[in-house]
Structures are given as structure tokens and as C-alpha cells.
């Protein structure tokens, strides 16, 4: 997704929970991860290539490290793991076929509006063909330049990243249940986060 909208999400999904210190902490976090040397070669970041497993286990491992860094009383730590591990839970709708798997569970009618995305539905999550964009670098690099780039994607094959992710409005009104999709996941995540923390480190956490 694009930075102005990871921000977005955030600070929808988490601006009634956390103070603004700890809140624009995670945020910075959560968009640094999109910076030019995380473009190449981390995928797990993003849910790029395929790397489904990988990028599940990267969230796994930025929410142990949040844990961690609370448990010796290190709150801007965990604020800086929770928010890398946000982006990518963010990117899993952008950049995934999810969002497209469950609204063809309406094609016999009117799909239910954005708000009503369902972000964790058992079915697609655990489907063995849920896949993501491929980037097809350097040329898919084009893709990215500011104004012009959407006007290289339809030259790119069709499970490439240009032609498959959501990262912002296309004209197909799919951008919504993403982002929709994202801020409800991101509420998940900090729930299941949190969940684990002591009254102390929740209390660290939330920085209130």
C-alpha cells in the first residue's frame, strides 16, 4: 500500500488505544519498512513473491520481539516491532489475491460493502492457492514512478505485482475492501498482542 495510506489505517485501527507518543512510534515504524533498501530482497516484509509463509513468520517474530522489548522495559522497541509487524499484516490485503477470493463469494449478487469485510475468513486464509504479486525487476520498477506508473502495469504478466496488488484506488472499488480489510486486521493484531502482555507491560505498551 501506499505510505499515505499505511498511515491511515494505523492511526484508525489504533488511535483510541494507544497514546500519540507511542502511536506515531509504530507509525514511523510501520512506514519505514516501505524505504528504498527494504524494496529489494525482503519480501517477508510485504507479502511479495510468494513468500506467504515467510512474511507469517516475520509477524510472529516482530510480536515476540515486542514482547521482549517490553519484558526489560523497553517501550519504544516494542512500538517499533509492533509497527513493522502492522505493515506487513497491512500489505497481506494489498498485495495477496485475498480480498478478490472473498468477494467472489458473491458472485451471484451484490457483494457486502467494504465495512463489512470479513479480514480473517478460514476458508481463503487456509486455501492452498492464495498467492501474491511477483516483481518482475528491474522493469517492474517502472511501475512505481509517480503519475506514469500505472500506465506501464497492463505490459506486465498477470500475477505480476503491477497488475495484481491493491496499494491504492484502481477504478474497481477492490482498493476499499483492502484497506477496510487492513484496519480491522490491524485491531486483530494488537488484540492478539496484547493479549499476552502483564498489566505492567500493557500499561507500557499503550503509554497512558
Known amino acids: 500500500m501506499l505510505v499515505r495510506h499505511h498511515i491511515e489505517i494505523t492511526r484508525l485501527a489504533l488511535g483510541a488505544e494507544a497514546s500519540p507518543r507511542a502511536l506515531e512510534a509504530i507509525v514511523r515504524a ?3 519498512q516501505d524505504g528504498l533498501r527494504y524494496q ?28 521482549s522489548a517490553l519484558a526489560r522495559g523497553d517501550a519504544p522497541s516494542a512500538w517499533q516491532a509492533f509497527g513493522r509487524l502492522t505493515h506487513a499484516a497491512q500489505d497481506f490485503y494489498a498485495h495477496t489475491d485475498y480480498i478478490p ?23 481463503i486464509l487456509s486455501h492452498p492457492g492464495l498467492r501474491s504479486g511477483k516483481l518482475y525487476y528491474p522493469l517492474e520498477a517502472l511501475t512505481f ?10 505490459f506486465f504478466p498477470a500475477d505480476s505485482h503491477a497488475r495484481m496488488s491493491l496499494d491504492d484506488h484502481d477504478g474497481t472499488g477492490r482498493f476499499d475492501y483492502a484497506f477496510h480489510a487492513a484496519v480491522k486486521r490491524t485491531k486483530i493484531e494488537f488484540e492478539k498482542t496484547t493479549g499476552t502482555f502483564s498489566t505492567k507491560m500493557l500499561a507500557d505498551f499503550i503509554d497512558k
Open 30 to 32: 510501520n512506514v519505514g
Open 101 to 123: 477470493r472473498w468477494l467472489s463469494l458473491f458472485d451471484a449478487g451484490t457483494p457486502p460493502a467494504p465495512e463489512e469485510v470479513d479480514p480473517v475468513f478460514s476458508e
Open 145 to 154: 514512478l509517480p503519475r506514469v506508473g500505472k500506465f506501464f502495469a497492463p
Open 40 to 67: 529489494l530482497g525482503h519480501d517477508r516484509f510485504h507479502f511479495d513473491n510468494n513468500r506467504l509463509e515467510q512474511s507469517y513468520a516475520y509477524i510472529e517474530e516482530q510480536r515476540a520481539l515486542a514482547g
